[in-house]
């Protein structure tokens, strides 16, 4: 009774408290792609990525029922660095649907105008107030300046903003003065050098002003843990949660189990979530349902290193190299490539290692059961685009004469009309299709993911690529096939599945179906290789396809924009030697990098994986078809 | 867009340098160049985005120049016939008939191939023995070999962003000329153009081009093509003549440059944002 009473009471003050107005929020998700646009089209840095913000707690004062309630202790901010733009995941600070719309476009116009960094903080200090309040004001007016369509928009936003604060008059003296300041640098852009200092230590935080940007926070990091951190990445696959809002955290290390019988707590803190307890518990099997609410009201989360133990469903794999007697077999071993690194602009030589394989245990196979109506069909259909000659009437030059035509014009000339111009020979015209084209596959762990009840990510690409070679060998254009996964950049794994010069017979289906996901995504490197093999065909059009199931990454520090703007570069390469790079991803997020990488119209996103079989094959057509 | 001869350019400036002279703002010293080339016979490529300018420039400089002006826009159905000329089966008798090409050589005036990478690679090669310095014009139909005047210049334009792998540029063509390349103009150069050719004021000038230069940052990335001069022209002259300017610049730009609905809706925010709503 007394746990009812207590819920009912909880969700009663908490509406009531509410000071955003969930019925008019706007969703960061649902308009990630035009910010993102808009952002790069305002003259902000089109590497940056945007993506949702974390909340913090402000310390601010609150209203009286926020405070009841237990609400409103936190905000999530616009922050900015030299990776990411991140914005708040949902924004509801106004009764109106379009102002909290317009107050995501300004963040995004305030972004480009702020400029790139300008508000990272060092690590380990805290970024001065007084030059976060400059720099701001700086940049509203930057803003305002380059954008001068903005500037109503601006007003309108900061009455609304101002509206929601709390009134000066109720506030102590010194509080009071700190919050007039604010909203005259609001009003006023520029007009505010610094803030009156605060009474004392009884004196409350500015309220968060959402206008603004916030300095990003510096994630602390322990160096052990990055490749376990890792690990999680790949093996999440596609069906990690939905849930993408961040939280604030911090890497802490757990405390050595010096003894295993000694069981270390802190009894004060077992009623609270909030406090972090060194506590050893590697081996609790029982994840807490309610984690996510949890999560939610935590104020920082402790992620500990844990030591690679994961619950039983994640553990799956084992990252280790197979015994070499059991591994693939290794065609050519040291094939050395270079490396772009982004923030020191150079192209470090001879930096990763990669190794061509081939499956070591692959029995020729016949195509499978469940494929052979579609290929039969993608045979025919493909077909039609094989090279053929055929006859062009009516034309003004030619080898012979057309029949037709000469007789039309006879008749017409007799009749007294007189065409001129009109073509009355037929001349033999060669449909060329000079092209050849490189599949390249992802075959890192992450393909190891579920996408159906019935199919892996791995699953979809091999029947993509049984069906796609036949419809490939009906066309007659030249094709191969390989596929790539990584392990730091001294083991970059190239699977030779089909080479330009073989057929698709038993023995290529068989190393089709003996391919396995492992290890991760260092595509650049695989790119670099994939071009100088495709380079050597001698057609026209040189198609370098990529199948994807997300971005580049690897162990090492080959991750985030330092493996999007390795692989960027990559493809930039690619694109020189007269390559047409595309690539077919099913990751849904790709619409936030790929755009960056493959440029427009250089990409597809599958929203449904399952369907990559089918579609690869006709987007094929779409891109070579005349 | 592509005028099939001579001095036909619709709405040439009012402030151009000459009477008849189509409106033209150099940017660096591409006048001076085109004219040491054309007295020297040797050909020239113009390279840059579409939109830009490249067409409206030799239309100028042939008024300039006070010479023909025989403009092809080329496609992949260009047929080497269509440059040089064909025998026509006539009333009871074939007649030869002169191709674009074959008529500059004679009458000495400026060849124009316009976007010269969408013709088929054995159709540009007939251009050859033109391009270098024999500058004749062998017709084997008719078994004529035509000297090329003086005055005759060859001109080609192409657009970099445009090469498909289909269609090149062959690199035995691509050798025969000395290159131009245009580019977007700058930001003065270009207001001062859009108030050349449309006479509108200089507040919706400055507006129009910085709405332009913001699209241009989404080339390659969210965009195919950008915003080109010609489109910010459209938009000055749909302001001008009374539209509202953010539904002209919607029609003119937005809509023009992309199909996707999210990227229209963030080049109309961008457009908003000059402009205000």
Not at chain 1, 283 to 307: C, G, I, Y
């Amino acid at each position: 009774m007394e746990e009812w009473v207590g819920g009912l009471w909880d969700r009663f003050i908490t509406r009531v408290a509410r000071r955003d107005h969930p019925e008019a929020a706007v969703h960061l998700a649902d308009i990630e792609k035009v910010l993102g646009v808009l952002f790069r089209a305002l003259g902000g840095d089109p590497g940056l990525r945007v993506a949702a913000a974390a909340d913090t707690r402000h310390g601010a004062r609150r209203r009286l029922l926020e405070r009841v309630a237990g609400t409103g202790e936190k905000a999530a901010h616009a922050t900015l660095d030299l990776e990411t733009l991140r914005l708040p995941a949902t924004l509801a600070w106004f009764p109106e649907r379009h102002l909290n719309r317009d107050l995501y476009l300004w963040l995004i116009a305030l972004a480009a105008a702020a400029g790139p960094a300008a508000l990272t903080a060092r690590e380990g200090s805290d970024f001065p107030l007084g030059a976060w309040l400059q720099l701001n004001q700086a940049a509203v007016l930057r803003a305002l300046e380059r954008f001068p369509g903005l500037a109503a928009r601006y007003r309108k936003l900061v009455e609304a903003v101002i509206a929601e604060r709390l009134d000066p008059n109720r506030l102590p003296a010194d509080e009071a003065a700190r919050e007039q300041a604010m909203r005259r640098a609001l009003r006023e852009p520029g007009s505010v050098a610094s803030l009156p200092p605060p009474a004392g230590r009884k004196s409350m935080p500015l309220q968060p002003v959402p206008l603004w940007l916030y300095p990003a926070p510096v994630a602390k990091e322990t160096p052990a843990r990055r490749a376990r951190h890792h690990e999680r990445d790949e093996s999440s696959g596609i069906d990690a949660g939905a849930e993408k809002r961040r939280h604030e955290a911090e890497r802490t290390e757990l405390p050595e189990n010096e003894s295993p019988f000694l069981l270390m707590f802190r009894a004060e803190s077992l009623l609270s979530w909030a406090e972090y307890v060194k506590v050893n518990r590697d081996t609790d099997e029982d994840e807490n349902p309610d984690a996510a609410s949890t999560a939610e009201h935590m104020d920082r989360l402790h992620l500990a290193p844990d030591d690679g133990k994961r619950v039983a469903s994640r553990v799956r794999f084992d990252l280790d190299l197979p015994a070499a007697a059991e591994d693939d077999l290794v065609l050519e071993d040291g094939v050395l490539l270079p490396e772009w690194d982004w923030r020191r602009h150079e192209l470090k030589r001879d930096f990763c290692r990669l190794q061509t394989m081939t499956a070591r245990e692959a029995p020729a196979m016949p195509l499978p059961e469940h494929l052979r109506r579609p290929a039969r069909k993608l045979r025919s259909q493909f077909a039609a685009l094989a090279p053929a000659r055929r006859w062009l009437k009516a034309q003004p030059e030619g080898t012979e004469l057309d029949i037709d035509a000469c007789v039309r014009l006879h008749s017409d000339r007799l009749a007294g009309r007189h065409l001129s111009g009109a073509g009355a020979y037929l001349a033999m015209k060669q449909n060329e299709r000079d092209l050849a084209c490189l599949v390249l596959a992802d075959l890192s762990l992450s393909t190891d993911a579920w996408v159906s009840d019935e199919h892996r990510v791995i699953d979809v690409i091999r029947d993509s690529l049984m069906l796609f070679g036949e419809a490939l060998a009906a066309t007659g254009d030249a094709f191969a096939f390989h596929g790539f996964s990584s392990l730091k950049r001294s083991l970059v794994r190239f699977h030779a599945i089909k080479d330009f010069g073989e057929p698709l017979d038993g023995a290529a289906r068989g190393r089709i179906a003996a391919l396995k996901p492992g290890y991760y995504t260092r595509m650049g490197a695989a790119i670099r290789h994939a071009t100088g093999l495709l380079e050597r065909q001698p057609a026209a059009l040189r198609l370098l396809l990529i199948l994807s199931d997300g971005k580049p990454h690897d162990i090492d520090h080959y991750e985030g924009r330092y493996g999007i703007e390795d692989t960027r570069h990559a493809l930039i390469d690619a694109r020189r030697a007269g390559l047409k790079p595309f690539c077919v991803t099913i990751d849904r997020e790709g619409a936030a990098y790929l755009p960056h990488l493959f440029g427009p119209g250089g990409f597809t996103v599958l929203r449904k994986p399952e369907e990559l079989p089918t579609r690869l094959p006709l987007l094929y057509a779409q891109l070579t078809g005349r | 867009m592509k005028t099939a001869s001579s001095a036909a350019e619709p709405a040439a400036g009012t402030s151009g340098t000459g009477g008849e002279m189509p409106y033209y703002a150099p940017a660096g010293n591409e006048i001076a160049l085109f004219e040491h080339a054309w007295r020297n016979h040797l050909p020239v490529l113009i390279k840059g985005p579409t939109g830009v300018g490249k067409t409206r420039f030799v239309a100028h400089m042939a008024a300039r120049l006070g010479l023909p002006l025989f403009t092809v826009a080329c496609h992949d159905d260009l047929t080497a016939a269509d440059l040089v000329g064909r025998h026509l089966i006539g009333d009871g008798e074939t007649y030869w008939s002169d191709g674009p090409l074959t008529r500059a050589v004679r009458e000495g005036g400026i060849c124009y191939l316009d976007e010269v990478v969408e013709a088929r690679k054995d159709t540009t090669v007939v251009i050859h023995p033109l391009a270098d310095h024999r500058r004749v014009l062998p017709i084997d139909r008719t078994g004529e070999v035509l000297h090329a005047p003086g005055s005759f210049m060859l001109v080609v334009s192409y657009n970099p962003g445009y090469q498909n792998f289909m269609k090149g540029m062959k690199p035995s063509t691509r050798q025969r000329f000395v290159s131009l390349r245009f580019d977007f103009p700058g930001a003065e150069r270009e207001e001062a153009i859009l108030i050349g050719e449309t006479g509108c004021d200089t507040m919706t000038a400055k507006r129009l081009v910085s709405i332009g230069r913001a699209l241009r940052a989404l080339k390659d990335v969210d965009l195919e093509e950008v915003a080109s001069t010609r489109l910010l022209v459209y938009a000055a002259i749909l302001i001008r003549s009374g539209m509202e300017a953010t539904e002209a610049c919607r029609a003119s730009l937005v809509e023009s440059l992309t199909d996707d609905q999210e990227v229209a809706q963030a080049l109309m925010e961008v457009v908003l944002a000059t402009f205000g709503k």
